[in-house]
């Protein structure tokens, strides 16, 4: 039996859609961002794994069912998608033999923790932008308080009104912006 195929911007899509959906409490009551996790596990109903592709479409390698990767990009042609594997290769696969990844908790708090396939680390940037300069690097495990999103939109303005942009601005252990994809909600054993 084939598990029901899954689109990649269900997750966020279905979590931001139940928020706006609730009924308005007595009280105006502050949202919080939904957590969501850029990390996908492969996994195929025979476990089997699967063919991870470049752009057009030939083998790269073989990745095992089970193999976390970072999801990069939705489908732009057909039902594809990019993705990140550990080691630093970056190649297509089949959105229906993705699942997001459980790790971490499910109820925002604010606290986050650095995630990366291979254990490495991430860049804090002073500005929401490829562009703007490294200021700090943070370990995979990090725990970092999060106080804000921003997105940097296709003219290069940067918008703070987007709930869940690409980028979480940081207040600890050092201020400025980690790309979001890297952080993961925080478990129930918060230091």
């Known amino acids: 039996m084939n598990p029901p195929s899954r689109s990649l911007a269900f997750p966020l899509g279905a979590c931001l859609a ?6 308005a409490l007595a009280q105006p009551q502050p949202r919080d961002p939904p957590c969501y996790t850029a990390f996908y596990q492969i996994i195929r109903p025979d476990g089997s794994g699967i063919e991870v592709q470049s752009e057009s479409g030939e083998r790269i390698q073989w990745s095992d069912d089970g193999a976390l990767v970072l999801f990069l990009s939705a489908p732009t042609q057909g039902t594809r998608v990019r993705v990140a594997l550990p080691g630093g290769v970056v ?24 995630k990366t396939l291979d254990g490495g680390t991430v860049n804090v940037r002073r500005d929401p932008s490829l562009e703007a300069p490294v200021i700090d690097t943070l370990a995979d495990g990090t725990w970092v308080t999060e106080v804000g999103f921003a997105s940097t939109l296709p003219d290069g303005t940067v918008s703070r009104e987007v709930e869940l942009g690409e980028w979480s601005e940081i207040s600890s252990p050092v201020q400025g912006f980690v790309a979001r994809r890297f952080l993961v909600c925080a478990s129930e054993e918060t230091p």
């Open 18 to 23: 139940f928020f706006l959906e609730q009924p």
């Open 91 to 114: 190649g297509y696969v089949e959105e229906e033999y993705l699942a997001p990844a459980e790790m971490g908790g499910i109820i925002y708090s604010g606290r986050m923790q650095v």
